[in-house]
C-alpha cells in the first residue's frame, strides 16, 4: 500500500525556476526520505531526514518536514533540465518498512 | 560492490507461466525491499527482510507470490501462474537499519 501522497501529481517549470513538491503521510514514521526516478529506470535516493528534524539541506535540495501536520516538502533550488523526473517521498514507519507516495512529475524546460 | 543488481533486467512469459526474479543486494545490508511499479504509479511495497527473517508482506500479494531469502544474501520472488496483471516492474531495494534504501534497476515482466 501506498502512505504518501505528493503535490502536484505533475509540475513544469523553467530552467533556473524553483520547484517545490509536497508529500502528506498518515501515520507515525522514524524517518521521510525523497527519491527521483527517471523514466525507465530504479529509484536513487535523494535525502533522508528524521521524525525529530525540522529542516535539511543537500546542495539544491532543501526538505521540511512537519509531523504535526504529517507533511514534508521537497524545493529544488534554480532547476535544470537534468532535474526532469519523477520525485517520490517515502515513509519509514516505526517496523521500519518503507512506504511510498504516487510522485510528483517534473519537467524542466530548458 | 556496484550496488544492488537485479536480474532478469527483462521478461517476456506466457500467461500460466511461473517466473522467477532474482535480487543481489549491497552486501552490508540487512534489509532487503521488493516492490512493484506499474506505468505512472509510484512503487507497491511487496515484502521485505530483515536479515533472512521475512518481517513483512503486503496484503494485496496473492498466494502467487513468494519471496525468499535464504541465509540472508540475495532474495528471489517467484510469480506462479502469472496472469496480464501481473506485467510490470519489479524492484529490489537494501538498505542498513534506518538508512536510506539502494534500488536496483528493476526487473521489467510481461504477461502475454
Known amino acids: 500500500s501506498q502512505q504518501g501522497e505528493e503535490d502536484p501529481q505533475a509540475l513544469s517549470i523553467q530552467e533556473g525556476e524553483n520547484a517545490t513538491m509536497n508529500c502528506s503521510y498518515k501515520?507515525?514514521?522514524?524517518?521521510l526520505q525523497w527519491y527521483r526516478q527517471n523514466s525507465g529506470r530504479g529509484l536513487v535516493h535523494l535525502i533522508l531526514?528524521?521524525?525529530?528534524?525540522r529542516e535539511k539541506h543537500s546542495g539544491r535540495l532543501r526538505v521540511t518536514l512537519d509531523t504535526s501536520k504529517k507533511s514534508s516538502s521537497l524545493l529544488i533550488t534554480a532547476s535544470r533540465a537534468a532535474d526532469t523526473a519523477s520525485y517520490f517521498c517515502a515513509t519509514a514507519e516505526e517496523a521500519n518498512n518503507l512506504f511510498f507516495g504516487t510522485g510528483t512529475r517534473l519537467t524542466v524546460i530548458p | 560492490d556496484t550496488g544492488v543488481s537485479q536480474d532478469p533486467r527483462h521478461k517476456i512469459t506466457k500467461r500460466g507461466q511461473n517466473v522467477t526474479f532474482r535480487c543481489d543486494p549491497i552486501?552490508?545490508?540487512?534489509?532487503l525491499y521488493w516492490y512493484r511499479q506499474t506505468l505512472g504509479q509510484g512503487p507497491e511495497f511487496l515484502t521485505y527482510?530483515?536479515?533472512?527473517?521475512?518481517?513483512?508482506k503486503s496484503r494485496l500479494l496473492s498466494d502467487r507470490f513468494s519471496a525468499e531469502r535464504p541465509k540472508g544474501s540475495f532474495s528471489t520472488l517467484e510469480i506462479q501462474r502469472t496472469e496480464q496483471g501481473d506485467s510490470a516492474m519489479y524492484l529490489c531495494?537494501?538498505?542498513?537499519?534506518?538508512?536510506?534504501?539502494?534500488f536496483g534497476q528493476g526487473t521489467r515482466l510481461t504477461v502475454v
Open positions: 501515520t507515525s514514521i522514524n524517518n
Open positions: 552486501s552490508e545490508h540487512n534489509r
Open positions: 531526514i528524521r521524525s525529530n528534524e
Open positions: 527482510f530483515q536479515n533472512e527473517a521475512q518481517l513483512e
Open positions: 531495494a537494501s538498505s542498513w537499519s534506518g538508512a536510506e534504501a539502494f
